[in-house]
């Protein structure tokens, strides 16, 4: 079997590259507007980040899924960057703005929106990850812990000295169980090998701290990593290729990495899952709750690097494939915490 045709066979859905969900326009302010709210528009959607939408990861993929909806429905559209205490007051803005649907993209946001949208019925807020549902409020819950799940039983295949461990930004619910997803694949494709604990360094963006954490993990003797570093990112990576240590990319496609050590991503495709919302938004067809999107919806993928595959044999590769056929159909359940 060929790896472009393993690819072919691992892909179910939309596979998105670094370059597909990174804006075009260069970063400037933290507040981005792709176009700005015209008064009377028809249908108005706000995304909150807590990151850089310029992550060719986490944010950016909420980004292209914001870019979706103002392509497709002719929406009026912006997002800023917003964390800790300015959250809600920015859900409150765009509330009394009479936005139709306010995103925040992250499990941080589920609490505040729950507080705020009693005080805007009109306006839908939506948060990705969290368990807290109105009337008004909902949540995506992403299943990348199946796309983790893939990357652990790679890392399982591939460590040569039987360590392997994560780097991630904070230890949010939604972090942890995806990383303890990876654990279980690990040790699913070899029982023998230690898993560290995760290392949190804590300040998005900082991409000194996640390279130290990094190195921290391979002191320790890990030889393949994976992360939840979001913009800092690039000090995994690095960390990674000064020690000829393999790095695996999650959220969106990180393969193309300048970097050249990422073997493989645990990736999500956001676009349909926002699209289909803001449709039901719009429809007024809305009901507030917590709707799942995984492999069998195609909204998460594992994606080998094409150009690093002659590293991951063939046998390899099969069961790769296998466990990942076993996901999508149900027949193997990934561990999920619930939150």
């Not at 914001?66 to 509330?95: F, P």
């Not at 991409?207 to 990112?233: F, M, P, R, S």
């Not at 990674?240 to 990422?262: M, P, T, Y």
């Not at 909204?299 to 094409?306: G, W």
């Amino acid at each position: 079997m060929k790896a472009k045709h393993l690819l072919s066979l691992l892909a179910v859905g939309l596979v998105m590259g670094c370059s597909n969900n990174a804006p075009t326009d260069e970063p400037g302010s933290t507040v981005k507007s792709v176009s700005p709210p015209k008064p009377g528009q028809e249908f108005q959607v706000a995304l909150l980040t807590p990151g850089t939408v310029y992550d060719s990861g986490w944010n950016a993929l909420a980004y292209a899924g914001l870019q979706e909806i103002e392509k497709t429905m002719q929406a009026s559209v912006t997002n800023k960057e917003s964390k800790g205490a300015d959250i809600a007051d920015d859900m409150r803005t765009y509330g009394r703005k009479g936005y139709n649907l306010v995103f925040g993209h992250g499990f941080e946001y589920n609490e505040p929106a729950m507080k705020v949208a009693k005080d805007f019925p009109d306006t839908v807020f939506v948060t990705s990850s969290g368990g807290g549902t109105a009337k008004n409020v909902g949540a995506f819950r992403f299943e990348l812990e199946q796309g983790f799940y893939l990357a652990g039983y790679l890392a399982g295949l591939q460590t040569r000295t039987g360590i392997v461990g994560s780097v991630s930004v904070q230890n949010y619910p939604s972090i942890v169980s995806t990383l303890k997803a990876f654990e279980a694949g690990a040790k699913a494709a070899n029982p023998g090998l230690k898993v560290l604990p995760p290392v949190y360094f804590g300040t998005e963006g900082d991409v000194t701290a996640a390279k130290q954490a990094t190195e921290k993990l391979i002191a320790a003797g890990a030889d393949v990593i994976i992360h939840q570093a979001n913009a800092a990112a690039q000090g995994v990576f690095d960390a990674c290729k000064e020690k000829n240590v393999i790095a695996l990319g999650s959220n969106a496609d990180q393969n193309a990495n300048e970097s050249g050590v990422v073997l493989a991503s645990a990736t999500i495709v956001a676009k349909p899952a926002f699209l289909e919302l803001a449709k039901e938004v719009k429809a007024k067809t809305f009901v507030g709750g917590v709707v799942k999107f995984g492999m069998d919806k195609g909204a998460i993928d594992f994606v080998l690097n094409p150009k690093l595959s002659s590293r991951v044999r063939l046998d390899q590769q099969q069961k790769l494939k296998a466990v990942a056929d076993d996901i999508k159909s149900g027949k193997l359940v990934v561990p999920e915490d619930k939150f």
